[in-house]
Every structure is written in structure tokens, then in C-alpha cells.
């Protein structure tokens, strides 16, 4: 045999890899213009929250009686004052982070208790489906605003239990709704197939379910925590949620209220960011759930 | 004059991103009183022809272009109020879902007298006489008590008699089915195939059979077309189309069916490859990358009808080839 | 011990030998009990699966035939233990399920199934090499091992690894997810396969090339198929045996040719004759039987068939049937393995037909 000068070996295969599931999704979204709006507002009041030490023009906490409700467009204070002479664009900017944090905190906490809850529930059926279900349904029973005014006054006034109270009143929807996404998924053929290959309940739930409903649960919540910022403001207006001289949006509406006679304009602006960024929340949330729409 | 005239249809779905032309071309004619079967798989776009004919393709997501004539109406003309009389009167359709006829909360009886109220302007009573009558026609055991029930108290083959019996409310003179029988169980589909040859004959109904299964197409049809990627590929008597069959798609499927006389490890011949996609069609003949007789004509030049009998077209340009596949019988 | 007498001589058939059925079915039942009114139990069941004894023999094709609500496809999720048993037991090649000898996991390494719905039996969200592999990984093959078996079992059921892998289920059509199901039931290299309706939802032009990989791949890797359709025709192509059920129990069971050619049931006689005609001038006049199949939720007593047999007979309606190979004198080309449930086969049924009773019994 003739030594054999090393040849190019073939090429090793070059495997295809499809577009991943979140990337199209992403691909999606990106062309709904309305999405994607809806997210470019989130994003914005996002790093105005953020920033707000450096984007806001005067000290949010400092008034003066000589210049209370200023009308909008006044040199100094292009979106006027408060009652108490503060400016009002600062304190709106400060408030955003108030506004987030009541927002997204109670629904993500609920999101992860939720969805936990209503995976079980789902995926084990049952007697554990009864309890947990039934246990939700006597909180479902309460209108939420009850609930959540009811449970901030049982609590307590003051952030922390306005908190908890957005939490347990949000986390009956989302174990519904994971409960009856679950379900669906249970009966699917390929967690029939997986439970035929030997696989245990713990490993269906990580690889088959979870990545098949968390989506759907995810859409969901992000719808809610519009819900929950006009919750936590109505909170604030009540008295129950974040105390004053803090600049949150709904404790802002609250204490602007005696001026909407005097300054209707002025007045309304905390209820206009609130209600722009709940929308803006709404909108993102229909975007997704259509983005994640799968094509048979 | 046929009762039905399809020239050059084209349906095209532009729903989502590229338009989609579910059907390119068809030329279709129906006799009165015959039972054509338009035989095709998933996609190539049978339901979507039978739908044309009673304008039924969504409106605002479809195109339909081409000229359908039925009973000497030209259907895309139809204003709203005729299409509504055309509907049930001229042409009644039966759907393999009998929950997409059947409304769940009224009973049959009611279901059938109020159609046949509204088209022919009779009384109650001479309504639910018909109703009966149509019942007891389609063979529904104790008639009056079933005209009584609602839709989900029957079985799959009563509900299906009892949305025929629908259907041949107002006396139509075309018949429209699509795959009624295929979520049938084998003992009951036989019952309803012998039964709407029964009525054809006896109604004079001209028939249009949607089905996949060739089977269901010998035992219903007097004419066979064959449809595959939007169009009709060869089309016939259903006699000469199952023994001399002209078009590769037609041989391949005959030919690729599991059937009783195959020796036990026989492999089955097949088509390979599976259908196109109709939103990307090559610019040929659209059989051609699945063909065994495709050569490289076949993949630039779309063929036309090519007759090869008595009222026997394919769509190829192998025809002469496919002649030599014939088993040696005598012409005629 | 089974087959302790008989030596193994291939290592492919097993541990009971290859005279010892793969799988043994006796006594399967399974009722599922409906919805009470409100308060208090409800006593109607629907009785899906009652009193079905079958085996599955080493290396065969089995078909099950019925139209629905026969209980098939309830048998193959019993077989598979994807639903529990009301009674009744399995024997896997010689060993009880579930018992120590063989835990339910290991039964399901060895037994996989193939559904009829190619979509919704894949994972939206795995890739198809991921799909495939997972069943290995949760018998502790490494994850590298697992994707390249993956990987192998994609070039056998036809399909290029390298285009195919990395797909989604949705970018496939249905011919070829059938096919990526079939690889991932092989990924256990399970001995016996059940195939649920696999190529019911192909088109007819799929379906040939499917049913052509699914012998290629018995040859190949050894399986038993145990094959499930409501297509007679499909059926008697594959099966070497068959087994018809009606209602939830065994109708018929046979070889193949015997069983289409002369059936010893008047409702297998009745299937195969409803079977639309492929010859233009022997077209089905009159439909072999009437009426629909009864719901199992309150089946007839006595023979299930007997409220649509055309040979019913007074006895039918008290007397339940059982099995039982065509007497010598009834049908003189009779086989032992080919057995019915009907009343005209059982020696001193009380159906005027029967056979006339031997002496010696009662």
C-alpha cells in the first residue's frame, strides 16, 4: 500500500440550526408598530424612573407658597406646580419609580407564586387541583379593588403591606390561568410520549410544560400590571399604599383633587401618566400574545 | 347546458404575508344529474374549488378569479339577496363536520321547517310534513321522534342524514359535498355513500364529491377529476380514469394504495417526496419534481390538457409515455 | 420459570425464548366512570376496554381493527400505562409488569408508541434532535450520546440530520414529523412498538412511503409492531395477524389471510364488505350493515353485535360469547389460532346455528 498523503478529510457536516422560538418571536413583535411603540413608551418612563436624580429639573420635595399651582407652560416650571408650589414635571418623574415599583413588583411576585401554584395544580390534577383551585376561588370571590383596599386596611396603611395586598390579589388570576394553560399542555400527545419514555414528573414539568406555558402565563401578567399600577394608585389616593410628601402618581391625583377647580390641567397630569402607561403596558401585553402565536 | 361551468378559476389567499394560490386554473363541467369526484390530497385544493362554487372562501382573505357558472348564474355576479336564494335552493352543501350545518340549539325539525319556510314561503305545518318526509327519506329510524332531538343527542351518522336531509330541504338542484364521510366509521360511510347515490338518482342531483379516498370516489362517482397543487390533472370517466389512468400523479396513487391483493412483505410503490408549496411553485409542470417520468421540459414548460379519450384529459406532456404504462387492453 | 427448558439460541428474542410471547394481555379492563349528577356518585361508566385477552407474539405484526368507541386505542394507552387499568395484567416477555422483576420504567423502555396526531406529539418548542434525544437522557445516556443517536436515527427514518436537526416541528410537514415520531419511539431501542392510527392523518401518497421506513425498520432493528387503524386495507398490508374489536371487546383474532378471506365473525364479515370497492363494476349496492356503532357508555348484554347482526338469534342477547376456533365440521380449513367470539361457533350455544353439543359436555 502507497503511503497516504493525509487527505482533506470531508467536511464535517454543518448542521442547521433553525431560528429559536424567542428569536422569532422577537422577529414578530418587532414588525407590530403598535408593539413596539407601546414598548418604546415602557422603556422611556423606565430610564426617566431611573435617572430621575438627573433628568429632574428642581428638587421634587422643595415647594414655596408664593408659587402653588402654577398653570402649565410657566418659565421655570413647564408643567406647572402643585398645591404645595413643588414642580410638578419633577415630581411626575420621581413618581414614575413609585408607579413602577407598585406596578411590577405585586405582579411579578404573583407571577412566580401564580404560576407555581397553578403549574401543580395543573399538572397533578386531582385531589391537589381541588384544594389549591378552591383555596384561589374564595379570593376570586372578592372584587379585586375590595380585596386589595380590604387587605391594605387590615394590614395597615404604608408600602410594604399595599404591596403584599397587589400580591395576593393578583395571584388567583394568574394560577387560573396557569392551571387551565397546564392542563391543556398535560393532555398533549408529546407529554403522553414523555411519560411513556419513563420520564418523571419533575422532568416533563422542566423540559415539556414549563417552556410551553410560562409563555402564556407571562402575557398575561404583563396585562395585569396595568391593573396593578391604578390599584396601587387608588391605594395611595385612599391613603392606604405610599404616604405623602412621596411623589406617587395616584397620591399626586389625590392631593391635586382640591385644585381641579383652580387648575384642571395641573390636576390631571398624574392621572394622564398613569393612565399612559397602563395603556402602554395593555398594548405591549396584545402585541406579545400575538408575537407568540406559533404557526402550525 | 351543464349545470355547472368552472372556466379558468383561480382562488388566491392573501391572508397572510405571500399570496397563497390555493387554485390555478381549474375548467370544470358537471351534467345534470351526474356525480362528479374531485379526488386530490391535503392542499391541492378540491375544497377549496367546491367552496367557490357557492362563494364560501372568506371574502375579505381570498381573490377568485375565472367564471363560475351554475344553472346558468354567473355565481361571482350574485348580489347579497340572490346569493342567499342561490344558497340552499340552487346549490346545498354537506360538510364533513355536521356542527358546521347544524345549529346545536334548535332541534332538526325546527332546523329543516324553518329553512324550508323561508324558501318556498309555506306554513308550519306543510313544513315539518317536508321535514318528515326528508327524514324518513334518508333512512333516520323513527323520524318523528328524531325530528324532536337536538344535534348532540344523535350519532355521527344520523347527524350526517339529518344535515343531508338539510341540505335537500329547498329541492336543490346541486348537491356539494365535502368529505362528508371521511370521520365516518367504515360500516356507517358505505351506508351514507349507497345512500346519496340513492337520492342522485332519484332527485336528478348533480353531485360534486370532494373526497382523498379513491375508494369513495369508484363507489360514488360517474366522472373522476384529479387535483393536485391547484390544479385538475387529469380528468375523466371514473372507469377509464381508475383502469387507464394517464397522469403520473393518478398512476402513483394508484399504485401506492395498500390493498388486499399485495403479497404479505411486498413493499408498496411510492411517490416520493411530498407536495409543494403552493406559495413557491416551481415554473414547470408542478408534479415534476416528484415525477419518474419528469424530464427537463417538464420542469420549464407548464403542460395543458391533453385529451386521451373519450372526455379523458391530462394535464402532461408525457402522455404518450404513460400510454406504453396501459396494461395491454384493447382500446374501448 | 418460562422457557427454562428452552434455551435461548437468539440473543435478539429475549429471555422467555422465541416461543414466548412478547406480550401477554389477560383479563385488560378499563372503565371510565362519568360525571355524577350533583351530589352523589353516578353508576353509568363508559365501558371502553372490557375484558380483553390477547398476545403479541415475538417479531409479528399485530393489527387491532374496530371503528370507534371499539376500545383501540384505549388498549394501546393501557399497554403503554399511559392510563391505569380497572383490572387485568401485563406479561412482558415472560415478567409481570410492574412487578420487581420489571419496574414500570424499564416496561417502558421497551415499549414505545407512535401517535396519530405527527403535531401535537411534538414539543413546539424543541428542536427535533432535542425531541429525539430526550427520551435517552432520562435513561442516563450522556447528552452528547444522546444527540448523536438522535442524529443516527434521523438518517434512518430518511430524514438528513444535517437540514433536519435543528428544525422546529412547525417548519415540517406532516409525512416527515411522522417520521421524526418514529425516530424518538426508536431512541429507547424499545423491542415493541405500538403504532396508534401512525398513518391514519398521512396523505395517501405519504402514507406508502411511511408504511414502506416502518418495515425497513422491523427488519432492521428486530420490533414487534403492534399496529392500530380503522384501515382494512392498511391492516391486512401489514399485519401477520389481526385482531378485530368491537365495543370494547375482542370480536375476532387471526391470521391475517384467514381472517379477511373467511371471517368467522358476522361483524368482521361485515367491516371488510363496507370497505368502499376499488373496482369500477363491483360497486357496494346495499351497505353490509345498518345503523351506527352503540355507545359503550350502556352496551347491549349478551353479544355486543347482536342489536346489528344479521344472524342474531334469541341466545345472543343472554349469553355472551367467547372465543373459540371455527369446529372442524363448520369449516373444514379451520386453524386453531383463528378464533372468534360469536355464539354460531360455541357447540351448544342455543343459537340455531351453533354446532350441535359434544356428549360429553353437561
Known sequence: ?296 | MPIVEIKDLRVTFTGGGKPVPAVSGVDLEVERGETLAILGESGSGKSVTLRALMRLNPEGKSRMEGTVRVAGQDVAALGRRELRAFRGRTAAMIFQEPSLALDPVYTLGQQIAEAVMVHDGCSRNEAMARALALFERVRIPSPERRLQAYPHEMSGGMRQRAMIALALSCRPQLLLADEPTTALDATVQIQILVLVRELQREFGLAVIFVTHDIGVAVEVADRIAVMYAGRVVESGPMREVIRRPRHPYTIGLLRSRAHGALAKGARLETIPGAPPDLADLPPGCPFAPRCFLATATCATTAPGPEPVGAGHQARCLRVDATAALLPAVAEG | MNGGSQAATDPGSGRGGPAQPLLTVRGLVRHFALPGKLLGRSKAAVHAVDGVDFDVLKGETLGIVGESGCGKSTTARLLMHLINPSAGELIFDGEKVGSRELPLREYRRQVQMVFQDSYASLNPRLTIEASIAFGPSVHGVPRRQAVERARDLLARVGLDPARFAGRYPHELSGGQRQRVNIARALALRPRLLILDEAVSALDKSVEAQVLNLLADLKQEFGLTYLFISHDLNVVRFVSDRVMVMYLGRVAEIGPSEALFSAALHPYTAALTRSMPSMDPDARTEAPPIAGDPPNPIDPPPGCRFHTRCAFVADACARRTPVLTPAPAAVLPSARPDHRAACLMLEPGSGHPRAPAAPAAAE
Do not use: C
Not at chain 1, 413596539?36 to 435617572?51: C, F, G, K, P, Y
Not at chain 1, 438627573?54 to 416650571?77: K, M, N, Q, S
Not at chain 1, 408643567?79 to 405585586?106: K, N
Not at chain 1, 411579578?108 to 389549591?132: E, P
Open chain 1, 1 to 296: 500500500m502507497v503511503m497516504q498523503l493525509p487527505l482533506t478529510r470531508p467536511a464535517a457536516p454543518v448542521f442547521e440550526r433553525s431560528e429559536g422560538y424567542w428569536s422569532s418571536v422577537f422577529r414578530r413583535l418587532r414588525r407590530d408598530r403598535v408593539a413596539v411603540a407601546a414598548l418604546a413608551v415602557i422603556l422611556a418612563i423606565v430610564a426617566v424612573a431611573l435617572l430621575a436624580d438627573y433628568v429632574a429639573p428642581a428638587d421634587p420635595y422643595r415647594g414655596a407658597t408664593l408659587r402653588r399651582l402654577r398653570p402649565i407652560g410657566t418659565a421655570g416650571f413647564p408643567l406647572g406646580t402643585d398645591e404645595l408650589g413643588r414642580d410638578m414635571l419633577s415630581r411626575l418623574i420621581h413618581g414614575a419609580r413609585w408607579s413602577l415599583l407598585m406596578g411590577v413588583t405585586p405582579v411579578l411576585v404573583a407571577f412566580v407564586l401564580g404560576s407555581a401554584a397553578g403549574i401543580l395544580a395543573g399538572f397533578a390534577g386531582g385531589r391537589i387541583n381541588t384544594v389549591i383551585m378552591r383555596s384561589v376561588d374564595v379570593l376570586y370571590a372578592f372584587p379585586s379593588v375590595l380585596l386589595a383596599v380590604a387587605l391594605s386596611g387590615a394590614l395597615g396603611a404604608g408600602l410594604g403591606n399595599a404591596l403584599l395586598s397587589l400580591t395576593i390579589v393578583f395571584v388567583p388570576p394568574i394560577v387560573r390561568v396557569a392551571e387551565a394553560v397546564t392542563t391543556q399542555v398535560r393532555g398533549r400527545d408529546y407529554v403522553e410520549a414523555a411519560r411513556a419514555s419513563g420520564a418523571g414528573a419533575f422532568t416533563i414539568v422542566r423540559v415539556h410544560v414549563l417552556g410551553n406555558v410560562l409563555g402564556p402565563i407571562f402575557v398575561y401578567a404583563t396585562g395585569l400590571v396595568s391593573v396593578s399600577m391604578i390599584l396601587a394608585s387608588g391605594l395611595s389616593f385612599l391613603g392606604l399604599g405610599v404616604r405623602p410628601p412621596e411623589p406617587e402618581w395616584g397620591l399626586m391625583l389625590n392631593t391635586l383633587r382640591t385644585a381641579i377647580y383652580v387648575n384642571p390641567w395641573v390636576a390631571a397630569l398624574p392621572g394622564v401618566m398613569i393612565f399612559v402607561t397602563s395603556i402602554a403596558f395593555n398594548l405591549f401585553s396584545d402585541g406579545l400574545r400575538s408575537a407568540m402565536d406559533v404557526k402550525r
